[in-house]
């Protein structure tokens, strides 16, 4: 089983900026595209932004829109979240998945990483 490892949370504030990294633990794998999503305290999971590593394709959140942007390292298949203008709405528990190929579920999940933003 892929196992994704994230870090780069930490507790900022209102307008702050922090970088999330995903990487694999173990051997590499194969991917369609990668996946961020957050689940803030009494509330459902949501997707943020996606990369897809054919052509880059990115997807995001309306909410995180400008703000945020998806990128990845191809060879390491490792995925980032830069997250600038960081509001306290955005306080939550951030993970990374994989979606192995087109039209499958994510079905590889990092253990998440706490974004906390102060106002």
């Known amino acids: 089983q892929v196992r994704l490892v994230e870090s780069g949370g930490g507790l900022v504030q209102a307008g702050d900026s922090l970088t999330l990294s995903c990487a694999p633990s173990?051997?590499?794998?194969?991917?369609?595209?990668m996946g961020w999503f957050r689940q803030a305290p009494g509330k459902e999971r949501e997707f943020v932004a996606s990369?897809?590593?054919?052509?880059?394709?990115?997807n995001y959140v309306d909410s995180v829109k400008g703000r945020f942007t998806i990128s990845g390292d191809n060879a390491k298949r490792t995925v980032y979240l830069q997250m600038n203008s960081l509001k306290p709405e955005d306080t939550a528990v951030y993970y990374c998945?994989?979606?192995?190929?087109?039209?499958?579920?994510?079905?590889?999940w990092g253990q998440g990483t706490q974004v906390t933003v102060s106002s």
């Open positions: 998945a994989r979606k192995a190929r087109v039209g499958a579920a994510y079905d590889s």
């Open positions: 173990g051997r590499t794998f194969s991917s369609d595209s």
């Open positions: 990369l897809r590593w054919f052509g880059g394709t990115t």
